[in-house]
């Protein structure tokens, strides 16, 4: 490990501990579940609120963050799957640790212990899991052969499968008393506009609530949680009847439902406080987020106090305090309670802080286009990055991120465009991404860079096209469709060959290109070529970087082969950095190389000097493959 005196900021940043918001079983509130890099991989730790302790439950070369803990607090329920392959089974191990029986609180010692949660049914995509205060398990599964399966699984019984369909689906939540099940699914053939079907254990049908009648709408609900009371059906929905989400109570047993019309602009967000009387409301209005508690007896908002920033997580516990996950992007994450109470605050080294960001409006061909900008110390122009987010469901916001941070510490410029696609702006931008995929979200980060340099925070000779996952395939595709725009381009994990994605990916991903371009490669075949980067791989001027894992589902490696390919045939400037991993790293070392790795060759191809705290990030006999 590098001595923390010499370390440079933007790798104290990757290292520096931290904890997610700590999950806590429904009739045991100090049993808690956290994940946390301490170790050096992000990994699932066991918190016993009471004697203070924390254990760590699994310990895997490729780190392990999916897990559940049973309502009794006994038992820790986790996904195993291979090297971030997100193919696997579920495991369980004991709360109190190796050759506990579930009882007593988090023992000494490290992971171990660990069975098969449910050894009657094979590996699958996870789709979702419910565990019932009765012991019973609900466990969606999904694969290329069979779709989506939904299985109740009794206390030391068989797996009883009561759902399959073809198209995407998963496990909504189960009641507080175990008798009824909601599947938020897509059999109307929308992935991004769910329906919802409450059933019985054995699978019979209670309700149906589908505000895209049958897919002729585009409004989607989601789940977000039973009422948690015994004999009490109510379920609290997520909807877009007024064009952004919102939720409402809906009781499927009478056939009701509840409109809270909460007086907030932007998406909101809620969850049961435990007792049930109110709501915990999460509202998220242009990259910010704030708490507010909701009475559902006088229908009063109150406001929760939390700092201006991004609340990236938020619990209500039984003594009415509220627990959240907090950042900005200047400020790293602390874990807060409404109490004044620092929660969990791992030891060890601390995270500096970074710039904060400025809010730019740009005019775009589908509206306003919101941007995030971070400046370094200096005058500009600046070289500059453009990092585009991933989702394309997602947005960018106010939040800390090391990775920005990085380009920042190096003297770039960053720039985060909210593109038509991206969540947080209404469900009208959201849904602005159909058929011409790729390219209109390549419109949007024009305007905006046509902004940054126009108002002198950009060197137009100096302009990074940087992103992972859908920001991954947005570089690739905008280095082909705008190549004299960017200098450089740096994508990880990427679509860069769409018709072999479409083969090679997921089942559930395979509904979602279907619904944003309108069918199959073969049903739809011109759309996918105007959409795909390969399309357009002669026309790239700009040298390229790539990484990808090879065990991704999501990206897979077989297409950015091909793409790489055809930069080869044409001898253009290109390198390339494979990983024994899935879709990204959970492991800090690795992130930390993939980063130096990327910030050294836009270095050296924009002609800058190499700060001396790289040299620890890219060791010589793991670099990537060049072609220059």
Same mark, same amino acid.
């Given at each position: ?455 002198? %925070?950009?060197?137009? &000779? @100096?302009?990074?096209?940087? $992103? ?5 395939? /947005?570089?690739? !595709? =905008? +280095? ?105 790293? %959970?492991?800090?070392? &690795? @992130?930390?190389?993939?980063? $130096? ?5 836009? /270095?050296?191809? !924009? =002609? +800058? ?20």
């Amino acid at each position: 490990m590098t001595d923390a005196e010499t370390m440079p900021d933007w790798e104290k940043r990757f290292r520096a501990p931290r904890v997610s918001l700590p999950d806590w079983a429904e009739d045991a509130p100090d049993h808690a579940l956290f994940v946390s890099n301490a170790t050096g991989t992000y990994e699932l730790y066991a918190w016993d609120r009471t004697t203070g302790q924390t254990r760590q439950v699994t310990d895997r070369p490729n780190g392990t963050t999916d897990g559940l803990l049973s309502p009794d607090g006994r038992w820790v329920w986790w996904f195993a799957d291979t090297d971030g392959d997100e193919f696997g089974v579920w495991m369980r191990q004991p709360f109190s640790g190796p050759g506990g029986d579930g009882e007593g609180g988090a023992g000494e010692g490290g992971a171990g212990g660990d069975e098969p949660a449910v050894p009657g049914l094979k590996a699958a995509y996870s789709a979702g899991l419910a565990l019932g205060r009765d012991g019973t398990a609900v466990v969606g599964r999904s694969t290329d052969e069979e779709g989506t399966t939904i299985h109740v699984v009794p206390p030391g019984g068989e797996p009883a499968e009561i759902y399959r369909h073809r198209e995407s689906a998963g496990v909504g939540d189960l009641s507080h008393d175990g008798r009824y099940l909601v599947i938020e699914h897509t059999e109307h053939g929308d992935a991004l506009h769910a329906a919802l079907r409450v059933v019985d254990r054995d699978g019979t049908t209670v309700a149906e609530l589908d505000d895209s009648e049958g897919g002729t709408k585009e409004l989607g609900l989601a789940v977000l949680g039973f009422v948690p009371r015994d004999g009490d059906a109510r379920l609290l929905v997520g909807h877009q009847r007024r064009g952004r989400w919102e939720p409402m109570v809906w009781d499927p047993v009478a056939g009701q439902t509840h409109d809270l019309a909460l007086d907030l602009p932007g998406d909101v967000g809620a969850e049961w406080y435990p007792d049930g009387s109110g709501l915990l409301v999460v509202h998220s209005y242009q990259a910010r987020s704030e708490l507010w508690r909701y009475d559902l007896a006088g229908g009063e908002l109150t406001r929760v106090e939390t700092p201006p920033g991004t609340v990236s997580g938020a619990t209500a516990r039984p003594d009415g305090t509220v627990e959240f996950l907090w950042s900005s992007a200047a400020h790293p994450p602390a874990l807060r309670s409404t109490s004044g109470a620092v929660v969990l605050d791992p030891p060890g080294l601390r995270a500096p802080a970074s710039r904060p960001v400025e809010d730019v409006w740009v005019e775009g061909p589908g509206g306003r286009v919101h941007a995030l900008v971070q400046r370094p110390d200096g005058e500009g122009p600046f070289p500059t990055v453009f990092d585009i987010h991933g989702g394309p469901t997602w947005h960018d916001s106010d939040a800390f991120a090391a990775q920005p941070a990085a380009w920042v510490d190096h003297g770039f410029a960053v720039v985060r465009v909210n593109y038509r696609g991206s969540t947080g702006y209404g469900r009208a931008w959201t849904d602005a991404l159909k058929h011409r995929v790729g390219l209109i979200e390549l419109e949007d980060v024009a305007a905006v860079r046509e902004w940054a340099v126009t108002s002198g %925070l950009a060197d137009p &000779e @100096r302009l990074v096209l940087t $992103g992972g996952s859908w920001g991954g395939y /947005l570089t690739l !595709l =905008g +280095l082909g469709v705008q190549p004299e725009d960017w200098t450089l381009g740096i994508a990880a994990v990427p679509v860069a060959d769409y018709v072999t994605a479409y083969h090679d990916e997921m089942e559930a991903l395979k509904s979602m290109d279907r619904t944003l371009l309108g069918g199959t490669p073969e049903e739809v075949p011109e759309r996918y070529a105007a959409s795909s980067p390969i399309t357009y791989v002669d026309a790239v001027r700009a040298p390229v970087y790539i990484s990808a894992g090879v065990n991704d589902p999501r990206c897979p490696i077989r297409q950015v082969e091909n793409y790489l390919e055809r930069l080869a045939a044409r001898r253009h400037p290109h390198e390339v950095y494979r990983y024994d991993a899935g879709h990204g790293s %959970l492991v800090v070392e &690795e @992130r930390i190389k993939q980063v $130096g790795l990327e910030l050294r060759f836009a /270095l050296r191809h !924009l =002609g +800058l000097p190499e700060s001396p705290g790289l040299a620890s990030a890219d060791p010589a006999s793991a670099g990537p493959e060049s072609r220059e």
